[in-house]
């Protein structure tokens, strides 16, 4: 990593101070903390110290390795035209859940008794796998996104979501990994494009009880969703953030399409 110098600056309310330190291969966020304790102000007896002596600052440094995550979610329509026509006349609305897949995920959330799946907050649409809550953003930079978000919006279907900025290492530097899965909910609980109540989202036998159009409905018994990582690829050495790529796919099994 070579030479850094560090300025302990803007400290933490419990005295640290945090760096970031951009290595060859990966970035690193710092973490320093005062571990200072010998402090003698009487002459120290038996310590052959000067009366008043104070040592010099001792920090201790801890390296975390950062790193992110930029996914795209690509929605296929085409094998389910029939569904998105019956749809835009309904009440219910498929959304897209970001979730974390726990059979890729060897990252541990930061708070005793939690689970792993417990670090994304659906209602400020945040994911805390350190001490300190990361936003959830959209494709341009800076920008918003929710953890939930709708497939419909209006009458237009939506082609592709965005979950940029997602952590990939807790603080021991184990990995975290994210998938989607698809859900419904209810036109009601939607206000300009965002979801109101995450709760009120509901998988496909949940949703199937809220339906009263027949057609509909057994439109719905036959779909078939499929979700799939076309690709995922580590920019750690670059210094940007891992590109992964999933498209979700709605099949028909009957004749309608």
């Known amino acids: ?51 008043g002596y104070k040592s010099d600052p001792l920090f201790i440094a801890t390296n975390r390795r950062l790193g992110n995550i930029d996914m795209t979610v690509t929605k296929d329509w085409s094998s389910s035209t029939s569904l998105l026509d019956a749809l835009k006349n309904s009440d219910i609305v498929p959304v897209v859940k970001l979730v974390v897949d726990t059979d890729k995920t060897s990252a541990v959330p930061p708070g005793e008794d939690q689970k792993i799946e417990d670090i994304i907050n659906y209602k400020d649409n945040t994911i805390t796998l350190t001490n300190e809550p990361v936003p959830i953003q959209g494709q341009a930079p800076g920008s918003k996104a929710d953890a939930i978000q709708p497939l419909i919006v209006g009458d237009e279907p939506v082609e592709e979501l965005y979950f940029f900025n997602l952590p990939k290492y807790d603080k021991d530097g184990r990995v975290a990994n994210y998938t989607v899965e698809e859900l419904w909910t209810t036109k009601k609980n939607i206000e300009a494009g965002k979801i109101v109540d995450p709760n009120l989202c509901f998988d496909e036998t949940e949703i199937l009880e809220k339906v009263e159009d027949s057609a509909l409905k057994e439109l719905l018994e036959d779909l078939t969703v499929t979700v799939t990582q076309e690709s995922y690829t580590e920019n750690d050495g670059n210094h940007i953030n891992d590109d992964q790529q999933i498209t979700i796919t709605n099949k028909l099994s009957g004749t309608k399409s």
């Open 1 to 51: 990593m070579g030479t850094h110098e560090v300025v302990l600056s803007n400290a933490r309310e419990d005295g640290s101070f945090v760096d970031r330190v951009e290595a060859d291969n990966h970035t690193y966020e710092v973490t320093y903390v005062n571990n200072t304790t010998i402090e003698v102000d009487d002459g120290g007896e038996g310590a052959n110290l000067p009366e």
